[in-house]
């Protein structure tokens, strides 16, 4: 059974920082498309940041560039989003995602399995 758990989540004023992870277990780590995506109440939900868990790939939305880093441990089980620079508009609840593209990929049809989500609040 595939479990994707996040943590990390909480309130933090414009321009700090948050380090999210997400713990997988019953699932193929090797050759698999890893993803975050948020929802903030009222939208719809968007693609964050993507990972290919084989080359270590990436591809970030346009909204996050150059903020927001993905990686993976090396075991490729765990997978993180170092959130610099929050903003606002950065709140969301933030769900992490696998599936089996063979490419980092932030297209969400793409992804099997998501976790329940963990808050992000960015206060002004």
């Known amino acids: 059974q595939v479990q994707l758990v996040e943590s990390g989540g909480g309130s933090v004023q414009a321009g700090g920082s948050l380090r999210l992870s997400c713990a997988a277990s019953?699932?193929?780590?090797?050759?698999?498309?890893m993803g975050w995506f948020r929802q903030a109440p009222g939208k719809e939900r968007e693609a964050v940041a993507s990972?290919?868990?084989?080359?270590?790939?990436?591809a970030y939305a346009d909204s996050v560039k150059g903020r927001f880093t993905i990686s993976q441990a090396s075991d490729k089980k765990t997978l993180y989003l170092q959130m610099n620079s929050l903003k606002p508009e950065d709140t969301a609840m933030y769900y992490c995602?696998?599936?089996?593209?063979?490419?980092?990929?932030?297209?969400?049809?793409?992804?099997?399995?998501w976790g329940q989500g963990t808050q992000v609040t960015v206060s002004s």
């Open positions: 995602a696998a599936g089996l593209a063979r490419r980092a990929t932030l297209v969400a049809y793409a992804y099997n399995y």
């Open positions: 019953g699932y193929t780590y090797s050759r698999s498309s």
């Open positions: 990972i290919y868990t084989s080359d270590g790939s990436t």
